[in-house]
């Protein structure tokens, strides 16, 4: 927490606004090369896979002539994307986030968890979704902590294609500013440099750097005080990172291949299906002037006229496709890209009627593994989320909060054998704890609620039978008195 402005020292602030004039042409011009040189490229493919926009959609088919090669534009070009992509990744962000995240507190500080509920709402639940399901199309994406102008925590999303982040040489994970930038209009791009004290804005119109003309006061701290009148730094970069593995790599990377083989072979087979369907005619003896005649007096009277000499015929030939060849083919890829992408096959041959909790587990193998490892990065960019919070608290008086006493769980979300579960509780009744029974029971979701509702259940049963035969004290004050 840091004050860097104090809005009452005007003289202040003009000296700093024309020092950065004075250097603003080596800064613009550092700003300028830092956005043309960074390449989104890789993170836009794994969004595109994700949209159904695969590769496979911008194939053509070319035909050779007099040496040339030219795109043929009669040729039947069926183009038939997988989605495969996005099964793999919506199976992840189902598992790790189809059940709401839990926070914890180390110190169980309830307080402190109820203030963090209110502080970043329901909103949360929606946006974990959409960082895990960006992070694993693009390898990382960005979290923005921000004070709103009613005075209120807030955060937003900020794409990871447009975010530049720029870390301390000696020290790789450490973010000493980042560049976020948007189009504002045609040939007219909006850029914001942060850093752990204040943030100066830019724009780019027609290929030239200014700074931004429309910023009064530029830069600027990171927020101000709930009068206006003081300005505040958060102490750090206000942008989380939230990697899906250490390499920052999208889970595209790892199966792109396989699902283009695959989306081409399906692509081709359909290619071939169509073109069947197209019979082709050997005449012979045919007495037409022109192929043309002889299709029009097909279609019209359905029959065409052959000479009367001997061999004189009209067949169809038809091509067989190799069907065997490419369901196994096929098949084969569609393993592939489910073993590479390392997600869970979803045929009914695979699952099984009623698979036992041992089997759903190893099928759920490789998705966990591959989940474990955004976690792990997830949860370091969580703690970083709790430290702007904390400062906001401090700075909003809202309340204590200890950023590094919060814990978090992601509830998985596994498919699991029901029965096989419910029967194990009941066998480990007398040998564990009720409470244990209760947390590993697949119908409750939330333990103190089921055991407030088993003390009811039982008053209420209680009551029941009191009503009925007497209340079990009156019975046993009768048998003392007699």
């Known amino acids: 927490m840091h004050n860097i402005y104090d809005f009452g020292a ?43 926009e695969s590769d496979i959609m911008e194939r053509e088919i070319y035909t050779y002539s007099n040496g040339g090669k030219s795109v043929d534009k009669e040729a039947t070009n069926e183009k038939v994307p997988s989605g495969m992509h996005k099964v793999l990744v919506d199976q992840k962000v189902a598992y790790l986030a189809g059940e709401p995240m839990s926070f914890g507190s180390r110190s169980d500080n309830q307080e402190q968890l109820e203030l963090l509920e209110t502080i970043i709402g329901e909103e949360w639940e929606d946006t974990l979704p959409e960082l895990i399901k960006n992070a694993s199309n693009k390898g990382v994406e960005w979290l923005h902590p921000f004070v709103n102008e009613d005075g209120e925590f807030d955060y937003m999303i900020a794409e990871a294609e447009q975010v530049i982040p720029i870390y301390d040489s000696n020290r790789r994970y450490k973010l000493t500013a980042a560049i976020r930038f948007y189009q504002y209009a045609e040939e007219h791009i909006k850029l914001e440099v942060w850093t752990d004290v204040d943030v100066t804005y830019y724009e780019m119109i027609e290929g030239e750097m200014y700074l931004d003309a429309e910023r009064e006061l530029n830069p600027a701290p990171h927020f101000t005080n709930a009068e206006g009148t003081e300005g505040k730094s958060w102490g750090k970069v206000p942008f989380i990172r939230f990697a899906n593995n250490s390499e920052h790599l999208s889970d595209l990377h790892f199966n792109k291949a396989a699902i283009d083989a695959y989306e081409k072979l399906v692509s081709d087979a359909q290619n071939t299906l169509v073109d069947m369907q197209e019979l082709i005619y050997a005449l012979i003896g045919y007495e037409g002037e022109s192929l043309a005649e002889f299709q029009k007096n097909l279609k019209r009277y359905k029959a065409v006229k052959l000479s ?45 009627d009623a698979p036992s909790g041992v089997a759903l587990e190893n099928l759920y193998s490789l998705l966990d593994m591959k989940a474990s490892m955004l976690e792990r990065k997830f949860t370091l960019a969580l703690r970083e989320f709790m430290f702007f919070i904390g400062v906001y608290c401090e700075l909003a008086r809202v309340g204590e909060f200890d950023y590094r006493d919060v814990t978090f769980t992601f509830n998985k979300m596994l498919l699991t054998n029901e029965a096989e579960i419910i029967t194990m509780a009941r066998d480990s009744q007398g040998i564990i704890s009720d409470e244990t029974i209760l947390e590993n029971h697949p119908w409750v979701r939330d333990v103190a609620q089921e055991k407030e509702r088993l003390e009811n259940q039982k008053a209420s049963e209680l009551d029941a039978y009191s009503t009925r035969f007497g209340s079990l004290e009156g019975e046993a004050d009768a048998e003392t008195n007699s």
């Open 10 to 52: 005007a003289t202040y602030v003009d000296e700093l606004i024309a020092q950065i004039k004075n250097d603003a042409p080596k800064e613009i011009e550092t700003v300028k090369s830092l956005y043309e040189a960074f390449d989104s490229s890789k993170m836009l493919q794994g969004q595109k896979y994700y949209w159904n």
């Open 308 to 352: 009367p000499d001997e061999g004189s015929d009209l067949r169809t030939i038809t091509a067989e496709v190799p069907t065997a060849a490419y369901q196994l083919q096929g098949e084969t890829l569609r393993k592939n890209i489910i073993t590479s992408g390392q997600g869970v096959d979803p045929s009914p041959d695979v699952i099984g």
